[in-house]
């Protein structure tokens, strides 16, 4: 069974930084990616990674200020999180698909985690 468990959300505040953690079970990965909904929004492309580490992608709002990683011996994928400001706020979701590429659409995802909320204050 496959499974993707997402943790190290939480409550902040601004400025400051946390680590996300996906772990994936049942099987490996090529491409992974985390995404992020708020309230009242819609579910929205954060950063992706390829399988090798060496292709990376992240939408303007976050560069500079978020990392996404990788570990294949432990099937887990991060993302590092510093400078976080309040409409960093929603729930963060951890993705997988099974083709390669490292696109930004929800659809091109073929498993979900049941994502860890992330809060700061201001």
């Known amino acids: 069974q496959v499974q993707l468990v997402e943790s190290g959300g939480g409550l902040v505040q601004a400025g400051d930084s946390l680590r996300l953690s996906c772990a994936a079970s049942g099987r490996t990965f090529s491409t992974m990616a985390w995404f992020r909904q708020a309230p009242g929004k819609e579910r929205e492309f954060v950063a992706v990674i390829s399988r090798s580490g060496r292709i990376t992608d992240y939408t303007d709002s976050v560069k500079g200020r978020f990392t996404i990683s990788r570990d294949n011996a432990k099937n887990t994928v991060y993302l590092q999180m510093n400078s976080l400001k309040p409409e960093d706020t929603a729930v963060y979701y951890c993705?997988?698909?099974?083709?390669?590429?490292?696109?930004?659409?929800?659809?091109?995802?073929?498993?979900w985690g049941q994502g860890t909320q992330v809060t700061v204050s201001s």
């Open positions: 993705a997988a698909r099974l083709g390669v590429g490292v696109g930004r659409t929800i659809k091109e995802y073929n498993y």
